[in-house]
């Protein structure tokens, strides 16, 4: 124990991360609440020892044993602090359950998360990694996130143009890692629905079921059917969804790309380039339902790894770096892993 804080030793998170691998963490610190972080921060454990934030597990490939500390936002919390002109700011805590939440926005009138429904890990996590799905990213509804300073136990809010979003990035990720926790993140919804059909997948789903013009409970609820029918249920199979990041590249090797498979799956950028569909690289390079030891890829989604059983973040690591080197050879493009390797 420290001080409120409940701190654990050789503490197993098998059932923390969505791969289901048999981990060990040196250290673990469970926060319940916003009183936790600067608790957290004032007893210096993060400065003496490596550490890394554990949300929902799902995207995060852990090794056998980590000797750092792991910490873990399990505080909770919904709050509409602001409706007007059509706009409603909404505060939600780092623990809660993405879907939750998003499931809750929809239940208010709180609008604009549809798309992003159904998407595993929590809401502490979503400025971090920028998650997206279906045509919307959270960089288009985060409105500021609170952060407390490791160092200087500093709090403040950041808005959304600090944090520099990306394609599955931030400065979190990049030069602001390590360096703060999030407690809490405010979000700019509306209270009127407008349905975002611009992902033709979607759309075409909507259509196959007659919802032409769906609510906001019809495609969020379509979104998440698409996304369950693509991805293996954690529960049975363990993954971390979807794996490499669709890799962008520039128009002349799209057309290089093009000339050799006329089927390539590809969708033009703003800025001219084209972003590749990672699954159709992998799945050309015949890896499709196949596997390399105890880690296999996904027989119905060529962007998923899965564990076949008993399988090491080492294992998953192997198959990662074999894909790579195969798509690279066949394509001249180098993949990016999606899922973080601690």
């Not at 409120?4 to 991360?17: G, M, Q, R, T, V």
């Not at 929590?122 to 997206?132: I, K, R, S």
């Not at 611009?198 to 409970?217: F, M, N, S, V």
Request: proline fraction near 4%; glycine fraction near 10%; include cysteine.
């Amino acid at each position: 124990m420290n001080g409120s804080l409940n701190i654990k030793e050789n503490f197993k998170l098998l059932e923390y991360n969505t791969f289901g691998i048999d981990a060990v963490a040196a250290r673990y610190v469970q926060l319940d609440t916003l009183a936790d972080y600067a608790a957290l921060v004032r007893s210096g454990l993060l400065l003496r020892h490596p550490f890394f934030v554990l949300g929902g597990g799902s995207n995060v490939v852990l090794p056998d044993r980590y000797e750092g500390t792991v910490v873990h936002p399990a505080n909770k919390g919904i709050r509409l602090i602001d409706r007007q002109n059509g706009v409603c700011l909404v505060e939600a805590e780092a623990g809660e359950v993405w879907a939750r939440f998003v499931d809750h926005c929809i239940s208010n009138g709180w609008h604009g998360l549809e798309n992003l429904a159904g998407i595993p890990g929590t809401v502490g996590a979503a400025p971090v990694q920028n998650v997206g799905a279906y045509g919307k990213e959270a960089k288009d509804v985060v409105e500021r996130t609170h952060i407390v300073d490791i160092e200087s136990g500093e709090e403040r809010w950041v808005a959304a143009a600090e944090c520099r979003f990306g394609y599955r990035r931030s400065r979190f990720k990049d030069d602001w890692r390590n360096r703060f926790l999030i407690d809490r993140v405010v979000f700019r919804l509306a209270d009127t629905f407008v349905p975002d059909l611009g992902y033709k997948a979607l759309a075409t789903a909507l259509a196959d079921k007659g919802l032409q013009q769906p609510t906001a409970r019809q495609l969020a609820d379509t979104v998440t059917a698409v996304r369950d029918s693509k991805l293996p249920n954690p529960k049975v199979t363990g993954s971390a969804g979807s794996f490499f990041k669709n890799p962008i590249v520039c128009g002349a090797d799209y057309e290089r790309i093009k000339a050799a498979c006329p089927d390539v799956v590809a969708y033009a950028t703003a800025d001219g380039g084209y972003k590749l569909a990672a699954g159709w690289l992998i799945e050309r390079c015949g890896w499709k339902g196949r596997s390399l030891g105890p880690v296999g890829v996904y027989d119905k989604q060529a962007l998923v790894l899965v564990n076949r059983g008993g399988c090491k973040g080492s294992d998953v690591r192997r198959l990662a770096d074999t894909i790579i080197a195969d798509v690279e050879a066949r394509f001249g493009v180098k993949l990016e892993c999606e899922a973080i390797f601690v």
